[in-house]
């Protein structure tokens, strides 16, 4: 199966809390990391493939190879194999020391890394997953999957915010756990309701 997430920001301290940016009800980061593995564990499967939108983590400690070491160790607990777009918090010395620890299992790398985004065909449409939302004018058939923005959502049909803090979680029938990757169904259901929420409001 295929999924996507974005904004993980694990270890990211200043997001704890209630805050008006981006409010996270955790005591500490190891807390908050430890939820987001256990929810995306339970949900996602050892051979699934997880696009990752970007902002994995913010973590800023000396030497910086330490800080490196600790979100692999996070993203090596994660079930799947990840491919990762760059986000604005992922720094390509993040991303090499990631490729210089990469594997293989079940036939596949454990990382795959793209810079600036990845093009899929899923039933009948194309989602263009980037970290940043895109204008693409007049697209029916393709569909932008970004992040960036948390608490925000574009006001174009379009473009689906799929980040753990997205408020565009509320157009799914099913609450999803907090930093539970979404599915490639959940995602649809998602386009559908924005869709419909659009034609609403004429």
């Known amino acids: 199966m295929q999924f996507v997430t974005a904004d993980t920001h694990f270890f990211h301290k200043d997001l704890l809390g209630v805050d008006d940016f981006a409010p996270r009800p955790f005591a500490s980061v190891s807390e908050m990391n430890q939820t987001i593995i256990d929810h995306w564990n339970t ?3 050892e051979n699934d493939v997880v696009y990752h939108l970007g902002d994995i983590a913010l973590y800023f400690i000396k030497p910086p190879k330490k ?11 994660l079930h799947g194999h990840l491919v990762l777009i760059k986000g604005n918090h992922d720094s390509r010395a993040l991303f090499k020391y990631l490729e210089q620890h990469n594997y293989v299992f079940n036939g596949r790398e454990k990382f795959e890394f793209h ?11 194309q989602y263009y997953m980037t970290h940043y939302p895109l204008l693409l004018g007049i697209a029916p058939q393709i569909i932008n999957l970004h992040g960036h923005i948390h608490h925000n959502a574009v006001p ?3 473009n689906i915010n799929v980040g753990v803090d997205s408020p565009e979680l509320d157009y799914l029938s099913e ?5 539970a990757p979404l599915s490639m169904k959940e995602i649809e259901e998602i386009v559908e309701g924005k ?3 659009f034609l609403k409001r004429g």
């Open 175 to 179: 609450k999803v756990q907090f930093g």
């Open 115 to 125: 810079d600036v985004g990845k093009l899929i065909k899923y039933d009948h449409r």
């Open 43 to 45: 949900k996602v499967g």
């Open 156 to 158: 174009i049909k379009e």
């Open 67 to 77: 800080a490196y070491d600790a979100i692999f160790q996070v993203l090596n607990q």
């Open 195 to 197: 869709r419909d929420d």
